[in-house]
């Protein structure tokens, strides 16, 4: 069969992958149809001609603004450019108003007639990203509570408390324990008890809203919170809010409904934690929960060092 270029571009066409094809200074010489279809559903006019444009400056002036991806992209560029890397590849996101997408990147260095190219192809791996999302999700949300689990905040710990060592910011670290349990089940019945610990994570979540926080289920139950970047005050403050919301569960609804209210004993220790073992910063919470148990129970004790 003699096959010709036209024959060749006809099959890249066929391709649903975004591919361009770029000179050794990543000037693009070559888009498939893809490449342009994916262009006009963002804003680029049909008529655009992508021949000439450079694929390289976008991604420097992502790095310049201080974007993660933009910057491994123009890392591993430089390296195929000088033939350090004859393949690079990089996830990065790339979320439009409408939806939020993920795209695999895929940079393959070739040389023809004694000229550098490279071949560019970007997949859309939406869908295998949500996937893991969720799943991810699962393994680290409470069945019951649907806040995060013992995994999630061991997880979140891990990272954060570095970053706080770091920037010496402090790290607030809360655990509740909701006082006289079994009785609840007891007196109410289990439904009632799963209700109580739904409705304290409810509250929780209420102020663990940004990504520099966190609450979960600890086991049984007992909740642990953890709170960056907010000074001792500030923290038991909102650790008394809590408390005076627990109070409140249990006693709105009809009369056969009502078990409460609700008594918690609650620890909270605050400091520019230590990287290497923020387990001590738990245990020291955990010390002051059981104080405030001692000490009559429905309270909190907090410690800022």
């Given at each position: 069969?003699?096959?010709?270029?036209?024959?060749?571009?006809?099959?890249?066409?066929?391709?649903?992958?975004?591919?361009?094809?770029?000179?050794?200074?990543?000037?693009?010489?070559?888009?498939?149809?893809?490449?342009?279809?994916?262009?006009?559903?963002?804003?680029?006019s049909?008529?655009?001609?992508w021949?000439?444009?450079?694929?390289?400056?976008?991604?420097?002036?992502?790095?310049?603004?201080?974007?993660?991806y933009?910057?491994?992209?123009?890392a591993?560029?430089?390296?195929l450019?000088?033939?350090?890397?004859?393949?690079?590849?990089?996830?990065?996101?790339?979320?439009?108003?409408?939806?939020?997408?993920?795209?695999?990147?895929?940079?393959?260095?070739?040389?023809?007639?004694?000229?550098?190219?490279?071949?560019?192809s970007?997949m859309?791996?939406?869908?295998r990203?949500?996937?893991e999302?969720d799943?991810?999700?699962?393994?680290?949300?409470?069945?019951?509570t649907?806040?995060?689990?013992?995994?999630?905040?061991?997880?979140?710990?891990?990272?954060?408390?570095?970053?706080?060592?770091?920037?010496?910011?402090?790290?607030?670290?809360?655990?509740?324990?909701?006082?006289?349990?079994?009785?609840?089940?007891?007196?109410?019945?289990?439904?009632?008890?799963?209700?109580?610990?739904?409705?304290?994570?409810?509250?929780?979540?209420?102020?663990?809203e940004?990504?520099?926080d966190?609450?979960?289920r600890?086991?049984?139950?007992?909740?642990?919170?953890?709170?960056?970047?907010?000074?001792?005050?500030?923290?038991?403050?909102?650790?008394?809010?809590?408390?005076q919301q627990?109070?409140?569960?249990?006693?709105?609804?009809?009369?056969?409904?009502?078990?409460?209210?609700?008594?918690?004993?609650?620890?909270?220790?605050?400091?520019?934690?230590?990287?290497?073992?923020?387990?001590?910063?738990?245990?020291?919470?955990?010390?002051?929960?059981y104080?405030?148990?001692?000490?009559?129970?429905?309270?909190?004790?907090?410690?800022?060092?």
């Amino acid at each position: 069969m003699d096959i010709s270029i036209g024959f060749l571009k006809q099959i890249i066409d066929t391709v649903n992958n975004n591919i361009a094809v770029t000179d050794r200074l990543f000037n693009i010489v070559f888009v498939n149809q893809a490449w342009v279809k994916f262009g006009v559903e963002n804003g680029v006019s049909p008529q655009f001609s992508w021949i000439g444009e450079s694929y390289f400056s976008p991604c420097l002036a992502s790095t310049r603004e201080g974007d993660e991806y933009g910057s491994l992209a123009v890392a591993g560029f430089r390296q195929l450019q000088c033939g350090e890397l004859d393949h690079f590849q990089l996830e990065y996101p790339c979320h439009s108003p409408a939806e939020d997408r993920w795209f695999l990147v895929e940079v393959t260095r070739f040389v023809l007639s004694g000229e550098t190219f490279f071949v560019i192809s970007h997949m859309n791996i939406t869908q295998r990203v949500k996937l893991e999302q969720d799943a991810f999700a699962q393994a680290n949300k409470d069945g019951l509570t649907e806040i995060g689990n013992r995994k999630a905040f061991n997880d979140f710990m891990n990272a954060e408390v570095r970053r706080c060592h770091r920037y010496c910011t402090p790290m607030s670290v809360m655990i509740l324990d909701v006082d006289n349990f079994k009785a609840i089940n007891d007196s109410f019945g289990h439904q009632a008890g799963d209700d109580c610990l739904k409705g304290v994570a409810r509250i929780l979540s209420e102020y663990t809203e940004r990504a520099s926080d966190i609450c979960a289920r600890y086991g049984g139950d007992e909740f642990v919170v953890a709170w960056s970047y907010v000074c001792h005050d500030q923290a038991e403050e909102l650790a008394n809010k809590i408390l005076q919301q627990v109070n409140q569960l249990g006693t709105q609804g009809k009369a056969d409904k009502r078990y409460g209210p609700v008594s918690a004993s609650i620890g909270m220790i605050t400091t520019v934690p230590d990287c290497d073992n923020w387990q001590r910063l738990l245990s020291k919470a955990d010390s002051l929960m059981y104080q405030a148990k001692h000490r009559g129970k429905n309270r909190v004790m907090a410690m800022g060092l």
